[in-house]
């Protein structure tokens, strides 16, 4: 069966550290991966995205690596400060013709303690 | 900035009522779609629509329908609300070019079907 996996419970970290959160899927080949973060109450706000044939993608403290052969996505933010505390959602991108299909893992809830 | 609108953030209604939720984008988007928002399942997908009067099924379609009558606006019907209706109800948006293709979410409708 199809699935898309973050790490249920949340992470918890000290300021200043590497935060990292993970993705894997099976049973999907997409063409494009994408992270959002997602603060209590509010929608989800884009954050980066990468492509099949890309390894890593970076955007200032935000790292993202996409590896196709394990089925799995990294997210790193370094240098962690508390107002990075959201919960963090990938996203398969299924690009179909001119509209992208994204099929959502469930997130990963990141705390940074000062 | 691109701007995603949803007519209520809160909506409170009965079993068996009609229940319209509206979405806004003011970004001459293409691409709109509806998903819903539950603890530990994720966003799902559950309607999308790629041009004016154009509609596709997402991920679960069932107890609910959509209109697009203009492109900047998508609204969601539950044609006779019930209980396991109550979600987070998030609408999206995006352009419709390749590698252009991030969602803008607005802030969400939280509805509970009593």
């Known amino acids: 069966s199809q699935k898309i996996e973050q790490n249920s419970e949340a992470l918890n970290i000290q300021e200043g550290k590497t935060a990292t959160l993970t993705c894997n899927y099976t049973?999907?080949?997409?063409?494009?991966l994408q992270w959002y973060r997602q603060d209590p109450g509010r929608g989800p706000v884009f954050l980066l995205l990468?492509?099949?044939?890309?390894k890593e993608k970076r955007k200032e403290r935000l790292k993202v690596t996409f590896d196709t052969t394990l089925k799995q996505s990294l997210f790193h933010i370094t240098a962690s400060q508390p107002a990075d505390s959201a919960t963090y959602l990938c996203a398969l991108d299924l690009r179909r013709g001119g509209y992208n299909k994204l099929i959502f893992g469930a997130g990963t809830r990141l705390a940074v303690h000062p | 900035d691109v701007k995603v609108t949803q007519s209520s953030r809160y909506l409170v209604k009965r079993t068996g009522e009609k229940v319209f939720l509206e979405c806004v984008q003011d970004?001459?988007?293409?691409?709109m779609f509806w998903y819903r928002q539950d603890p530990g399942l994720g966003l799902r997908l559950i309607y999308f629509s790629y041009d004016v009067k154009m509609k596709e099924k997402g991920d679960i379609p069932e107890g609910y329908s959509v209109s697009r009558e203009k492109k900047e606006r998508f609204s969601l019907i539950l044609e006779s609300a019930s209980t396991n209706q109550t979600s987070m109800y998030l609408c999206a948006s995006s352009l419709g070019v390749t590698g252009l293709d991030e969602q803008f979410f607005g802030p969400g409708t939280r509805l509970t079907v009593l």
């Open positions: 970004m001459d988007h293409e691409n």
């Open positions: 049973n999907y080949s997409p063409a494009y």
């Open positions: 990468i492509r099949e044939n890309e």
